[in-house]
């Protein structure tokens, strides 16, 4: 059964940054896409940044929206199960919640979408004003 816990949400002021992180249990795929979606006030849900794991061999790819690509970077640290995503120069447009999601996908192939994505994590506010 595989569980994701999102932490790090908050308030900051615009141009500051936050760090979120999605702590993963109980999957033993051997390759995974992990995403981060963002929902806003009145808006739909929409993908903010994608990180595909896969493991023996290792490979790591990584995928950004355009309106965060060169603020956001999402990682992973692979011993602690962990995605991050670190969020700079923030604007107040980048508020919402946001959700990790994760799916077991197919060597070499990214999952985009978010009716793809099975798991889900309980969802984290970020407010940028």
């Known amino acids: 059964h595989v569980q994701l816990v999102e932490s790090g949400g908050g308030s900051v002021q615009p141009g500051g940054s936050l760090r979120l992180s999605c702590a993963a249990s109980?999957?033993?795929?051997?390759?995974?896409?992990m995403a981060w979606f963002r929902q806003a006030p009145g808006k739909g849900r929409e993908a903010v940044a994608t990180i595909y794991i896969a493991f023996r061999p290792d490979d790591q790819r990584t995928y950004y929206a355009d309106p965060v690509k060169g603020r956001f970077t999402i990682s992973q640290d692979k011993a602690k199960s962990i995605v991050y995503l670190q969020m700079n120069s923030l604007q107040p447009e980048d508020t919402g919640v946001y959700s990790c999601?994760?799916?077991?996908?197919?060597?070499?192939?990214?999952?985009?979408?978010?009716?793809?994505?099975?798991?889900w994590g309980q969802g984290t506010q970020v407010t940028v004003s």
């Open positions: 109980g999957y033993t795929y051997s390759s995974i896409c």
């Open positions: 999601a994760a799916v077991s996908c197919p060597r070499g192939v990214v999952v985009a979408a978010a009716d793809q994505y099975e798991h």
